[in-house]
Protein backbone atom coordinates (compact mmCIF):
# COMPACT_ATOMS: atom_id res chain seq x y z
CA UNK A 1 0.00 0.00 0.00
CA UNK A 2 1.70 3.14 -0.95
CA UNK A 3 1.26 6.66 0.81
CA UNK A 4 -0.74 8.09 -1.99
CA UNK A 5 -3.39 5.99 -1.90
CA UNK A 6 -4.43 6.72 1.84
CA UNK A 7 -6.44 9.60 2.85
CA UNK A 8 -5.66 10.95 6.22
CA UNK A 9 -7.37 13.68 7.91
CA UNK A 10 -4.72 15.97 9.31
CA UNK A 11 -6.31 18.15 11.02
CA UNK A 12 -6.81 15.65 14.08
CA UNK A 13 -4.12 12.98 13.26
CA UNK A 14 -3.03 9.90 15.32
CA UNK A 15 0.09 9.33 16.61
CA UNK A 16 1.11 6.97 14.14
CA UNK A 17 0.06 9.54 11.36
CA UNK A 18 2.16 12.34 12.46
CA UNK A 19 4.96 10.03 12.37
CA UNK A 20 4.27 8.50 8.82
CA UNK A 21 3.57 12.14 7.41
CA UNK A 22 6.03 14.44 8.99
CA UNK A 23 8.61 16.65 7.57
CA UNK A 24 12.16 16.09 7.05
CA UNK A 25 12.87 19.72 5.70
CA UNK A 26 11.01 23.01 4.24
CA UNK A 27 11.04 23.73 0.43
CA UNK A 28 10.18 27.72 -0.70
CA UNK A 29 9.16 28.66 -3.92
CA UNK A 30 9.74 32.89 -4.38
CA UNK A 31 8.12 33.76 -7.16
CA UNK A 32 9.01 37.17 -8.55
CA UNK A 33 8.32 38.79 -11.53
CA UNK A 34 11.28 40.83 -13.77
CA UNK A 35 9.17 43.69 -15.32
CA UNK A 36 12.02 45.04 -17.69
CA UNK A 37 12.15 41.48 -19.57
CA UNK A 38 8.41 40.27 -18.54
CA UNK A 39 9.47 37.04 -17.04
CA UNK A 40 9.22 35.12 -14.09
CA UNK A 41 11.98 34.46 -11.99
CA UNK A 42 10.96 31.11 -9.82
CA UNK A 43 13.81 31.15 -6.83
CA UNK A 44 13.92 27.93 -4.73
CA UNK A 45 15.07 27.92 -0.95
CA UNK A 46 15.67 24.93 0.84
CA UNK A 47 16.38 25.23 4.48
CA UNK A 48 16.28 28.80 4.20
CA UNK A 49 19.36 28.20 1.59
CA UNK A 50 18.94 29.10 -2.01
CA UNK A 51 19.42 26.60 -4.57
CA UNK A 52 17.98 26.93 -7.11
CA UNK A 53 16.98 29.91 -9.55
CA UNK A 54 14.74 29.34 -12.68
CA UNK A 55 13.22 31.66 -15.53
CA UNK A 56 9.88 30.89 -17.02
CA UNK A 57 7.90 32.80 -19.43
CA UNK A 58 4.31 32.14 -18.14
CA UNK A 59 2.25 31.55 -15.25
CA UNK A 60 1.49 28.22 -16.80
CA UNK A 61 4.99 27.49 -17.15
CA UNK A 62 5.29 28.32 -12.94
CA UNK A 63 2.87 25.88 -11.94
CA UNK A 64 4.17 23.40 -14.25
CA UNK A 65 7.54 23.48 -12.49
CA UNK A 66 5.84 23.85 -8.96
CA UNK A 67 4.25 20.77 -8.98
CA UNK A 68 7.54 18.88 -10.60
CA UNK A 69 8.85 20.22 -7.86
CA UNK A 70 6.18 19.11 -5.32
CA UNK A 71 6.41 15.85 -6.88
CA UNK A 72 9.63 15.38 -6.08
CA UNK A 73 9.10 16.85 -2.34
CA UNK A 74 6.65 14.96 -1.47
CA UNK A 75 8.61 11.50 -2.42
CA UNK A 76 11.32 12.99 0.11
CA UNK A 77 9.10 14.21 3.10
CA UNK A 78 9.46 17.69 2.15
CA UNK A 79 7.09 20.36 2.59
CA UNK A 80 6.55 22.78 -0.25
CA UNK A 81 5.71 26.41 0.39
CA UNK A 82 5.15 28.93 -2.53
CA UNK A 83 5.53 32.79 -1.68
CA UNK A 84 4.42 34.97 -4.70
CA UNK A 85 6.33 38.23 -3.97
CA UNK A 86 4.59 40.43 -6.67
CA UNK A 87 1.58 39.63 -5.49
CA UNK A 88 1.86 39.03 -2.04
CA UNK A 89 0.37 35.87 -1.42
CA UNK A 90 1.41 32.65 0.05
CA UNK A 91 0.28 29.34 -0.22
CA UNK A 92 1.46 26.63 2.60
CA UNK A 93 1.90 22.85 2.34
CA UNK A 94 1.08 22.56 -1.60
CA UNK A 95 -0.72 20.12 -2.87
CA UNK A 96 -1.90 18.68 -6.05
CA UNK A 97 -5.50 21.17 -5.89
CA UNK A 98 -3.24 23.99 -5.44
CA UNK A 99 -1.43 23.16 -8.42
CA UNK A 100 -3.84 22.29 -10.48
CA UNK A 101 -5.83 25.20 -9.69
CA UNK A 102 -3.28 27.57 -10.09
CA UNK A 103 -2.38 25.85 -13.67
CA UNK A 104 -6.26 26.60 -14.70
CA UNK A 105 -5.63 30.18 -13.69
CA UNK A 106 -2.58 30.17 -16.00
CA UNK A 107 -4.21 28.69 -18.95
CA UNK A 108 -7.32 31.15 -18.94
CA UNK A 109 -5.14 33.87 -18.50
CA UNK A 110 -3.14 32.52 -21.85
CA UNK A 111 -6.28 31.91 -23.17
CA UNK A 112 -7.47 35.28 -22.69
CA UNK A 113 -4.21 36.46 -24.24
CA UNK A 114 -4.34 34.80 -27.77
CA UNK A 115 -7.84 35.74 -27.74
CA UNK A 116 -6.84 39.31 -27.22
CA UNK A 117 -4.46 38.82 -30.34
CA UNK A 118 -6.52 36.94 -32.36
CA UNK A 119 -9.59 40.23 -32.12
CA UNK A 120 -6.57 42.78 -32.72
CA UNK A 121 -5.35 40.59 -35.89
CA UNK A 122 -8.78 40.72 -37.51
CA UNK A 123 -10.22 44.10 -36.31
CA UNK A 124 -9.47 46.35 -39.78
CA UNK A 125 -8.63 49.65 -38.25
CA UNK A 126 -10.71 52.29 -40.55
CA UNK A 127 -10.17 55.58 -40.97
CA UNK A 128 -13.10 57.55 -40.16
CA UNK A 129 -14.60 59.44 -43.26
CA UNK A 130 -15.20 62.86 -42.95
CA UNK A 131 -18.49 63.79 -44.83
CA UNK A 132 -20.29 67.21 -45.09
CA UNK A 133 -24.02 67.02 -43.52
CA UNK A 134 -26.58 67.21 -46.11
CA UNK A 135 -28.06 70.03 -46.35
CA UNK A 136 -32.21 70.37 -46.42
CA UNK A 137 -34.47 72.25 -48.58
CA UNK A 138 -36.26 74.59 -45.51
CA UNK A 139 -39.68 73.92 -48.32
CA UNK A 140 -39.25 70.02 -47.34
CA UNK A 141 -38.50 70.60 -43.80
CA UNK A 142 -41.39 72.94 -43.28
CA UNK A 143 -43.91 74.23 -46.32
CA UNK A 144 -44.46 77.69 -46.31
CA UNK A 145 -48.43 78.48 -46.77
CA UNK A 146 -49.65 81.12 -48.88
CA UNK A 147 -51.33 83.16 -46.00
CA UNK A 148 -47.70 83.17 -44.65
CA UNK A 149 -45.81 84.82 -47.41
CA UNK A 150 -45.05 88.08 -46.65
CA UNK A 151 -43.49 89.36 -50.46
Known sequence: MSRENIIVDMQSPTPFDEYRYKVESNV????????????????????????????????????????????QAYR????????????????????????LTGREKGEAIERQATRDRNIRRRMVVETPVNRKPKKYDPK????????????
Do not use: C
Request: net charge positive; aromatic share 8%; hydrophobic share 35%.
Open 28 to 71: EIFISRDIASRKYILEMKKNGESSVSIESVSVLQNWTLIEMIRE
Open 76 to 99: DNNQVDVHNTYKNTSYRRITLATT
Open 140 to 151: ILRPILREEKTW
